[in-house]
């Protein structure tokens, strides 16, 4: 099992371009999650979502949309970047089972807005 | 809403001695989790001990363990005999219970932990 993976790991951008990150999981998790961390400030959820086809706001939406089309692939999309959007970004899937809800993390992209 | 305070941004602790990182949190609900989680430089985030808030009994797991004071809102970690592998980010973590928090996660702001040999 690959668990959670995260692609790219690395990439720069200017101001006002766009991309996508791309989270895929093989441990057939109905949630999934999106984070960013910023020094001193600790993870803070972007976006969530509890199933295929479905989407859900956290703490620091704006700026971001997510997409489900698949129950193994979380999206995270940036429109128009902004430099107040470097950070590193971290995708987590849960099953959700048993009340547990254990987050499993990917490694992690480093993204910078120049 | 929930917030965990980490308030403690740096901490050292020589080899094989012990040191505590302390975590105090804010919530208005009696059913809920806590988390430990490690970041070495590697980013990886590691699962390290979680607490049920409805267990009295501190988690414990090989060199680490919890001091949970539920009527304090206090969830401090203790490494014992501290590895230098032990250096990495340490982050608190929160996560309300029932089926409607879908999981979701509420992170303090992280500690740094130095090991020297």
């Known amino acids: 099992n690959a668990g959670v993976t995260q692609t790219p790991k690395f990439r720069v951008l200017k101001t006002g371009q766009s991309m996508t990150l791309l989270c895929a999981q093989d441990?057939?998790?109905?949630?999934m999650y999106w984070y960013r961390q910023d020094p001193g400030m600790g993870l803070r959820l972007i976006h969530y979502?509890?199933?295929?086809?479905?989407?859900a706001k956290g703490e620091v939406p704006d700026g971001y949309n997510v997409s489900r089309l698949k129950k193994q692939n979380f999206l995270l999309g940036l429109e128009s970047a902004a430099p107040s959007q470097t950070s590193v970004y971290f995708c987590?899937?849960?099953?959700?089972?048993?009340?547990?809800?254990?987050?499993?993390f990917g490694p992690g992209t480093r993204l910078t807005v120049t | 809403a929930q917030t965990v305070t980490q308030s403690q941004p740096e901490m050292s602790v020589q080899e094989a001695e012990t040191v505590t990182l302390s975590c105090t949190y804010d919530t208005s609900e009696s059913d809920y989790y806590l988390f430990w989680y490690k970041q070495p430089p590697s980013r990886q985030m590691i699962l390290v001990i979680r607490q049920e808030a409805y267990k009295q009994q501190n988690a414990t797991e090989n060199r680490f363990s919890v001091n949970f004071q539920k009527a304090a809102k206090s969830f401090s970690l203790k490494i014992s005999d501290s590895q230098l592998g032990d250096a990495a980010m340490y982050f608190c973590a929160y996560r309300r219970g029932g089926g409607t928090s879908y999981g979701k996660l509420t992170f303090g702001q992280g500690t740094i932990l130095t090991v020297h040999p």
């Open positions: 979502s509890v199933g295929e086809g479905t989407t």
């Open positions: 987590a899937s849960s099953s959700g089972a048993s009340g547990r809800y254990e987050q499993y």
């Open positions: 441990m057939n998790h109905e949630y």
